[in-house]
């Protein structure tokens, strides 16, 4: 226990985006005008990103995530009230604070932005003061909420997800690719004769070794929609969304190259330095997506501790 407390002192704020970068503000205003006159209060110390639809407006969230939206009321076509609802309502984009500006004066249009879903309200024409404090206030929270997400998906020792990320990750991929009649893989991976590694060389090399192949593996998972996870000990999970059971080899065999290249010496090994060994599973639309891939993963992984290590069964 005591072991994963030190580790996780070791997450630095400068691992999480939130904390490192300049904050993005998305500005939507149907009059460039408008535009024009936040961009000269907040421009200096934030990225200003602009719309001038809420049709808009949405693209660049998903495409952007923006960390806040200042967002016009009266808008043609669609206003502001329907494009925040519609963020919302969209997963990706959902915590992505609305700050409506608006020269609304009637306290029912004023509780028409909070049911829509935003956090505060700003009066035209806007008080330069008053716009750059309730920024930052609410930049601050996102940062901090971001942050805490953070920590609770990721592990401690490593910085890959952990395994209570993985259950989600994977429901969720799993039900996508349904949808879509796309194959996934999971391979499950596990360090060959760790405890010996331990017994010989110490935990604190152990830990070592555990973050330096946890990074080899991220490394090679290179998709936006791979994931690298612990999945416990000494043994990690890869889920590969649209990957076919061939894709799948040819990430395992990366994987398998990336970790004996990291040449990190084994005195208890057959092969002189560390190595994993790989269980592959796939669900298949022609298979009828078959239940358990994590169990068959696990199966897998077992044949392959039986043949030797250093490799993988599917
Ligand atoms: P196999 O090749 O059959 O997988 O053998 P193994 O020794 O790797 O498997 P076993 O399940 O017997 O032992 C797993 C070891 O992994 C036990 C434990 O010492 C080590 N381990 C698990 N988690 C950690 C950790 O967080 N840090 C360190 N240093 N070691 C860990
Ligand atoms: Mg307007
Ligand atoms: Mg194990
Ligand atoms: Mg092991």
Not at 40 to 59: H, N, P, R, V
Not at 73 to 94: F, H, N, S
Not at 120 to 125: E, M
Not at 148 to 155: E, N, T, V
Request: glycine share 6%; aromatic share 6%.
């Amino acid at each position: 226990m005591n072991e994963q407390n030190n580790a996780m002192s070791d997450i630095q704020l400068s691992d999480f985006p939130a904390f490192s970068e300049q904050a993005v503000i998305l500005v939507v205003d149907d009059q460039p005008i408008n535009i024009q006159v936040i961009y000269q209060i907040l421009g200096g110390s934030y990225k200003i990103l602009m719309a001038t639809s809420g049709a808009q407006a949405i693209k660049v969230c998903t495409d952007s995530l923006p960390d806040l939206v200042l967002m016009d009321v009266l808008m043609p076509e669609q206003d502001g009230l329907e494009t925040c609802r519609q963020m919302k309502a969209q997963e990706t984009i959902a915590d992505i604070p609305v700050i409506f500006v608006t020269a609304a004066q009637q306290q029912e249009e004023e509780d028409a932005c909070w049911q829509a879903g935003a956090v505060d309200f700003i009066q035209k024409p806007v008080n330069a003061n008053t716009l750059h404090h309730r920024v930052n206030a609410h930049l601050t929270l996102k940062k901090q909420s971001d942050l805490l997400r953070s920590l609770a998906f990721i592990d401690g020792l490593t910085h890959v997800y952990n395994r209570r990320y993985f259950d989600q990750f994977l429901q969720k991929q799993l039900a996508a690719c349904k949808r879509h009649q796309m194959p996934l893989a999971v391979l499950l991976i596990d360090i060959d004769h760790f405890k010996l590694y331990n017994d010989h060389l110490g935990h604190l090399a152990g830990d070592d070794a555990l973050r330096r192949v946890a990074a080899a593996m991220k490394a090679c998972c290179l998709r936006p929609n791979d994931l690298i996870a612990r999945y416990g000990g000494e043994e990690f999970v890869a889920v590969l969304p649209d990957t076919t059971a061939e894709g799948a080899r040819f990430v395992a065999e990366k994987i398998l190259t990336a970790i004996t290249a990291l040449a990190i010496p084994h005195p208890a090994s057959q092969y002189g330095v560390i190595s994993v060994s790989i269980g592959i599973a796939v669900a298949d639309p022609r298979l009828g997506y078959e239940a358990g891939i994590t169990e068959r993963a696990d199966k897998q992984l077992y044949l392959t501790k039986q043949r030797g290590r250093n490799g993988f069964s599917q």
